[in-house]
C-alpha cells in the first residue's frame, strides 16, 4: 500500500510569539493518521493539532490537546478516528513562548493509501 505525504509546515520560519496556522490538509477514508513534526528553531513549540468539516481553519475543533516540541527536536502523534473524532480536514498549529531566532519547522501528515 502506497504512503502519502502532506506538508502543513514545510520549512516555515517562526520569528515570534504569535499563533501560525498550517496550511490544511486531507484526513482520508476514516483511517489513522501520523503528523510527524519537526521543530528545528532554536525555542520550544506550543503545537496543537485540528480538525474541520470544511477545507477552512475557521471553525475549527481541537482534536489533540497542546503539547510541546522541545528545540531542535522530532515527536509525532498517530490520530485515530476511534479516539480522536474524525474530520475530513486536519492542520496544525504552532506558538513559541520565546520568539525563535533561526531555525523552522515541518510539519507532514502521513497516511496509507487504501
Known amino acids: 500500500m502506497p504512503v502519502s505525504y502532506q506538508h502543513l509546515f514545510l520549512g516555515y ?5 504569535a499563533t501560525h ?5 486531507e484526513w482520508p477514508h476514516l483511517q ?10 532554536d525555542q520550544d ?3 496543537t493539532i485540528r480538525g474541520n468539516k470544511e477545507k477552512t481553519t475557521n471553525g475549527s475543533v481541537e482534536l489533540v490537546s497542546a503539547f510541546t516540541v522541545t528545540a531542535n527536536s522530532v515527536t509525532f502523534k498517530t490520530l485515530h478516528p476511534r479516539t480522536t473524532g474524525w474530520t ?3 492542520y496544525v498549529t504552532a506558538a513559541a513562548g520565546v520568539a525563535p531566532t533561526s531555525g523552522e519547522i515541518n510539519v507532514t501528515a502521513i497516511t496509507i493509501e487504501k
Request: net charge negative; hydrophobic share 35%.
Open 88 to 90: 475530513p480536514y486536519i
Open 32 to 41: 489513522a493518521i501520523t503528523v510527524y513534526i519537526e521543530n528545528g528553531h
Open 21 to 25: 496556522e498550517s496550511g490544511v490538509g
Open 13 to 17: 520560519e517562526i520569528r515570534d510569539t
Open 45 to 47: 513549540l506550543t503545537i
